[in-house]
């Protein structure tokens, strides 16, 4: 049966392969990017699906503090099980980046549901810059 059950999408983001067509991603590398994409994208940033995304964009430019990591955890954890269904949260670990204090590193644990296959993702959260991951 191979891993067919794990996905299969355009990569993200979107580029070209060898043949010119759209760059497909599959298996465990189609989950992470999946994860990305529900980490960088705003609830009301998509016409379509206007409850699509995490919350966690509500704290940009708040402070890199404990209650700030708290609340950014919560979120990141909501967002993964509402969004995610392929994989299981272990764990959420927020905490700031020590080369920038106007970053929070978001460490998740997780595991995929089918394959009981572990993985580790550390998406950076920038506090004050905007930039893209």
């Known amino acids: 049966m191979g891993q067919e059950f794990l996905g299969k999408g355009w990569m993200f983001p979107v580029q070209l392969d060898r043949d010119g067509e759209i760059a497909m991603s599959v298996h465990e590398k189609n989950i992470q990017e999946s994860i990305r994409i529900i980490l960088g994208t ?3 940033e998509r016409t379509m699906r206007p409850d699509f995304g995490c919350g966690m964009h509500d704290y940009v430019f708040a402070p890199n503090n404990a209650r700030t990591a ?3 955890r919560h979120h990141v954890e909501e967002a993964l099980a509402l969004w995610e269904p392929r994989i299981e949260v272990e764990e959420v670990a927020v905490s700031p ?5 106007a970053v929070m590193l978001i460490e998740i644990r ?10 580790n993702l550390v ?10 991951v």
């Open 110 to 119: 997780y595991r995929t549901r089918d394959t009981d296959s572990r993985f």
């Open 70 to 72: 708290g609340l950014v």
């Open 42 to 44: 705003s609830p009301g």
């Open 123 to 132: 998406y950076p959260f920038y506090l004050e810059r905007g930039q893209a």
């Open 97 to 101: 980046d020590p080369s920038d204090r």
